[in-house]
Nanobody, 121 residues
């Protein structure tokens, strides 16, 4: 059983900052790519940022230069530092990780429950 638990969401004014955290726990052999997605009502979930095991990162154009993804492999944790927040960043943010569990030859995607980020104008 694997769980991803996000924290750090909340209400912030435009121009402010938030830091999201996501901890993976359970029967984990290794964690590959970790990502943050976001979703607003009526829209598809979009990938905001991705980080590989070696620290290579990729960002959606809409957040480049404002968001930073990082990870602590020893703690099975991924972070999303969000600066210069805009009202259009308002969404539910989800953590995603590709995790290899004992006995499996490849990784499976796991999702957190989501954390609400609201940016007021």
């Amino acid at each position: 059983q694997v769980q991803l638990v996000e924290s750090g969401g909340g209400l912030v004014q435009a121009g402010g900052s938030l830091r999201l955290s996501c901890v993976a726990s359970g029967s984990i052999f290794s964690i590959n790519t970790m990502s943050w997605y976001r979703q607003t009502p009526g829209k598809q979930r979009e990938c905001v940022a991705t980080i590989t095991t070696t620290g290579n990162t990729n960002y959606a154009d809409s957040v480049k230069g404002r968001f930073t993804i990082s990870r602590d492999n020893a703690k099975n944790t991924v972070y999303l530092q969000m600066n210069s927040l805009k009202p259009e960043d308002t969404a539910v943010y989800y953590c995603n990780a590709v995790i290899i569990t004992p006995g499996r030859l490849w990784g499976d995607p796991y999702w957190g429950q989501g954390t609400q980020v609201t940016v007021s104008s």
